[in-house]
């Protein structure tokens, strides 16, 4: 296995005639602006939602802007910080089964060490995930793993495909255990609109499944299905079309990981586990803050915010956590100064830490920001 410094690989600065042309420069310039603006005002406009929601206040009596961030001092300022080892302990695990669930999905391309081989590489990701937009961050990922690992990208990249819908699947189970019950208790408490989203999105991952099991265990016949449907696409280039399917026979092999029963169950079970752990981590934010509510409602919000923060916003998904923490829990309690600080609580206990490993991991390996982000 290659070591994790690997100076030698990187490739030199390109020359003058090397560069891409300035009209491409200024078009990459021009999209990288529009993002970060779209991500900014998504930003924006879910803390003043959220602002708006404290304002509000109980009853029909209405708060000033000082009321409320006196009262946000003071939930902080009471809250109970002994849950901070707990939820630390509890994302350790969280990526540490992630990249055993890593292991699993890319042992049909190779056999790796999870914490030795693949951890520095995830938090690389993740990091840059929490620093720039759009979730660049995956991106980053597959390329310095398969940089460092000399595997191709497009069997690197389908593993984390595979990672997303195996979240997918996780994250609605939970959401679905959450509804179930709460409606059970209390059918009042969730709004229909959540709950005809979340079916909405249980029937879309269905039908992707079920794509992916066609493409899976049927890669020739597909693939020729696609490469015919391609053709009649007469304004597609011939060198497009034979990437795509170069693509995609290129990526049956990342998919090989889900014929064997014992891949499959394991993948299942740390990916059920790893979003445990992280309504746990949400649960205790709660309790740190006051907030008494069951963790079936703390599961119902692991739900939403895993689905909101795929909403593009700012690097780090500011205001998009604390948008969805509101949304659930104004159902459930009123003292919705608290629900902030605690979705706050939460953000930061995750984003400091694994910005600050990722990016130690990134120094480590030679990498530079001008080839991340070029590759990215």
Known sequence: MRRWCVMSEIQPPASPADSPPEPRRQSSATSKAIKLSLGIAVTLGCLFWAFQQMLQGEGDSRQTASEVMEKIGQAFAQAD??????????????????????????????????????????????????????????????YVFSKLTGLPRTGVLTSIVLE???????????????????DTVDAQSIDPGIQRSAMIIAGVVCAGLLGAAGYLFWTAPMVRFVEGCLVRLTFLPESVREKITDILETGAAGLSSLKSIRLLIGILLTSLAKWFLNGLTIYLSLWAFGIQVSPMVAAIVLGVTAFGVTVPSSPGYFGVIQ??????????????????????????????????????????????????????
């Open 323 to 376: 948008f969805c923490f509101l949304l659930v829990l104004k159902l459930f309690t009123t003292d919705t100064e608290g629900v902030f600080a605690a979705s706050i609580y939460y953000h930061m206990v995750q984003w400091i830490p694994v910005t600050l490993i990722g990016m130690f991991f990134f120094l480590r390996s030679g990498f530079r920001i001008a080839d991340i982000e070029a590759q990215a």
């Open 164 to 182: 997303r819908i195996f979240d997918v699947v996780a994250i609605l189970a939970f959401l679905m255990l959450g509804m179930i019950y709460i």
């Open 81 to 142: 910080y002994r849950s901070l080892p707990l939820m630390w302990l509890s994302l350790a695990a969280f990526y540490w089964l992630k990249v055993v669930r890593w292991k699993l999905l890319l042992e049909p391309l190779g056999r790796f060490r999870p914490v030795r081989d693949l951890l520095p590489s995830t938090m690389v990701g993740f990091a840059f995930n929490n620093v720039l937009p759009a979730h660049l961050g995956e991106f980053v990922r597959v």
